[in-house]
């Protein structure tokens, strides 16, 4: 079993490099007694980075993946010929730049999810995201009263100023009787208890185990694209947000 540790709280996600034991060796993967490396899941991109052991040259991290409790960093062979052993400790160091643009986006999604259900009512039922751009599924087709320039304008107030954004965990019973509005399209497994719900200050509550920035000001602009249908009555919009992160106000 592998611990979670990046799931804990906001700061949490901000951990670039840690250190922690190996506890099993499948084949061209490390199982670690806890990691900070987010595994791919919930539309978010898996983390890489590298594994220093005590001797020898890094490994390198080329994917995350989970299996069962346990999360199996999917590693390329150093140069040279360096080995690890169950009980060994490495440092875990991972590619930030890649990190926080995942926090990025994943952040403006929820940002996007929660305007465009405060100001239609459709939810999203599926977000994908990858490098600098992602994209919505809305449960309906794209409502004829939302304009596109108003959407923009709309999710731009909630950017600058910044909003922070929180984690808070709740008594599944909890979530049951408040349940987040815009979610519940996908249900949630009936084992998650307690709800880790993640909270953009007046914007959005919403259960999510994925990685976030700690305040929206983090994000930077978000470019809307057009609106497409999807067969089904269903509908898509993409966004992208930039490269490299804004810089910090008043630094
Ligand atoms: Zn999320």
Do not use: N
């Not at 983390?47 to 989970?66: F, Y």
């Not at 599944?172 to 719900?197: K, M, T, Y």
């Amino acid at each position: 079993m592998t611990e979670l540790a990046y799931l804990s709280d906001g700061a949490a996600g901000y951990v670039r490099s840690f250190r922690a034991r190996v506890t099993a060796l499948p084949p061209g993967g490390i199982v670690l007694d806890r990691t900070f490396f987010y595994p791919a899941g919930g539309g978010q991109m898996a983390d890489q980075g590298t594994l220093q052991p005590a001797a020898g040259p890094p490994w390198k991290v080329t994917d995350v993946t989970k299996s069962g409790a346990a999360v199996i960093h999917r590693i390329g062979r150093p140069a040279g010929s360096g080995t690890l052993t169950v009980g060994d400790e490495v440092e875990g160091a991972i590619d930030w730049g890649r990190r926080h643009r995942h926090m990025r986006l994943h952040t403006a999604q929820h940002l996007l999810s929660a305007r465009i259900f405060s100001l239609t009512g459709l939810r999203t039922r599926k977000a994908t995201m990858s490098g600098v751009r992602a994209e919505i599924e809305l449960e309906s087709t794209w409502p004829a009263g939302l304009v596109l320039e108003e959407l923009d304008a709309d999710v731009r107030r909630f950017l600058s100023p910044g909003r922070p954004v929180q984690i808070r965990y709740v008594p599944r019973e909890e979530f049951e009787r408040f349940p987040s509005a815009r979610a519940g399209l996908v249900p949630l497994a009936p084992q998650v208890d307690p709800v880790r719900i993640v909270e953009i200050e007046s914007a959005d509550a919403c259960p999510c185990g994925g990685t976030h920035v700690r305040d929206t000001g983090e994000i930077g602009p978000i470019a809307l694209g057009s609106p497409s249908t999807v067969p089904g009555g269903a509908s898509r919009i993409s966004f992208t947000v930039g490269a490299d992160a804004p810089p910090t106000p008043g630094a």
